[in-house]
C-alpha cells in the first residue's frame, strides 16, 4: 500500500503531468469529432510524422535545455536529403554516401558552433544566416528540382515495415531512449543542464560551456542531416523544398513539453509529449479537412500557447525559488 502510495505521489508531482492530460484531452476531442483519428492507420501516420521531426527535436531539446536554438534545422535536413539524391544519383555506393552526407551535416553544426562560441553572434541571427545559405544550396545542388532516388536498398529505409511499424519510427524511438539517457543520467547530460540554468555557475564548476555547446550544435545538425535522408527514403527524391518549417515543429513540441526557452530546465519525456501533441494536434485538422492555410494559423497559435506556458511556468519558478531565499534568510 505505501508503495502505491509513493507512486500516486510521484505522478502526481511529475512536471510532466500537466502535458500528458493536454494529450490525452486532445486525443479524446479529435476522436469524438472524427471517429477514424484513432484508427491504426492514423497513429501510424502520426508516428511516422514525428519520426522526422523528433529527430530535429532531440537536438533542439538539448540545445534549448543548454540556452540555445537550432533555427537552421529544417535548411539542413532539406539539403542533406538534396545532396544524398545527388550522391546516389552520381553512382557513389549507399554507405559511403549516407557516411558523408552526415558528415557533412556534422561541419555545418561546427559552422553554427563557430558563429555562437567564437563570433559571439546570437544563435537566432548566426543559424536564421545558415539557415537561409544551406536552403539556398539545397536548390543550387540540384538545380531547383527535386532529385528522384532509384537505390532500391537506400528505398527500404523509409519502406520497411517491422510487425507492420515503419522502420523510421524504431529509429526515433531508439534515438529517443539513447539521448534520454544520455540527458538524463550521465556528467555530460548534467552539465547541459547546469550550462542553461547559469552559464557562470558551470564554468566555476570547470565545465567548459563553449565545448558543451559545440558539440550541441553538431548534434542538433546530426540529428536533422539524418532526419533529411529519411524523408528523401519515404519520398523517394531529394526535394530542395522540403522539411520547410521543421525547426518551427520541433521547438514548438519542445517548449509544449515544459523545455524552457531560457535554459535549465526540461526533459526528453516531456518533449516528446509535446511533439506527439504538436503532430496530433496537425493531424486531426488534416483529418477534419481543415484547409491549409488555416493549420499554419493553427500552428502559430499553438506556439504562442506554448510560450505562454512557458512564461507562466518561468514565472511560477522564479517566485519559489523567491520563496525559498526567503525562508533560508529567516
Known amino acids: 500500500m505505501k508503495k502505491r502510495n509513493n507512486v500516486l505521489e510521484r505522478i502526481q508531482k511529475s512536471p510532466n ?27 501510424l501516420n502520426i ?35 538534396v545532396l544524398i539524391a545527388v550522391l546516389l544519383k552520381k553512382g557513389c555506393p549507399m ?25 559571439n553572434i546570437s544563435f537566432f541571427i548566426a543559424t536564421l544566416a545558415t539557415q537561409s545559405i544551406f536552403r539556398g ?19 527500404k529505409i523509409g519502406a520497411t515495415r517491422i510487425f507492420g511499424i515503419s522502420l523510421p519510427i524504431y529509429i526515433f ?48 545538425a546530426l540529428m536533422a542531416a539524418m532526419g533529411g535522408m529519411i524523408l528523401a527514403s519515404r519520398m523517394n527524391s531529394g526535394q530542395p523544398s522540403a522539411s520547410d518549417g521543421l525547426e518551427f515543429d520541433a521547438v514548438t513540441g519542445c517548449v509544449l513539453g515544459g523545455v524552457a526557452m531560457s535554459g535549465g530546465i526540461g ?21 477534419l479537412n481543415v484547409q491549409s492555410f488555416w493549420q499554419k494559423v493553427a500552428k502559430g497559435l499553438l506556439l504562442i500557447v506554448a510560450l505562454t506556458f512557458d512564461y507562466v511556468r518561468n514565472q511560477r519558478r522564479q517566485k519559489e525559488a523567491l520563496k525559498r531565499m526567503e525562508e533560508c534568510a529567516n
Open 95 to 119: 554507405i559511403p554516401a549516407i557516411l558523408l552526407t552526415l558528415g557533412i551535416g556534422m561541419v555545418i553544426g561546427l559552422v553554427n558552433a563557430f558563429l555562437v562560441t567564437q563570433l
Open 17 to 43: 503531468l500537466g502535458i500528458f492530460i493536454a494529450l490525452v484531452v486532445m486525443i479524446i476531442v479529435f476522436t469524438v469529432l472524427k471517429s477514424s483519428y484513432l484508427s491504426k492507420a492514423n497513429v
Open 137 to 155: 544550396l539545397a536548390y543550387i545542388i540540384c538545380g531547383g528540382k527535386s532529385i528522384a532516388v532509384t537505390n532500391a536498398v537506400f528505398l
Open 47 to 81: 508516428l511516422i510524422s514525428c519520426s522526422v521531426v523528433g529527430l530535429v527535436a532531440i537536438g533542439e531539446t538539448f540545445l534549448m535545455i543548454a540556452g540555445q536554438i537550432d533555427m537552421s534545422s529544417g535548411s539542413i535536413s532539406a539539403f542533406s536529403g
Open 267 to 287: 526533459d526528453m519525456t516531456g518533449a516528446v509529449i509535446g511533439l506527439f501533441i504538436m503532430q496530433g494536434f496537425a493531424n486531426g485538422l488534416s483529418v
Open 173 to 220: 524511438l531508439i534515438l529517443i531512449l539513447i539521448f534520454g539517457i544520455i540527458l538524463s543520467r550521465t556528467r555530460f547530460g548534467r552539465s547541459i543542464y547546469m550550462v542553461g540554468g547559469n552559464n557562470n555557475a558551470a564554468r566555476l564548476a570547470g565545465i567548459q560551456s563553449k565545448k558543451v555547446v559545440t558539440i550541441l550544435f553538431v548534434v542538433s
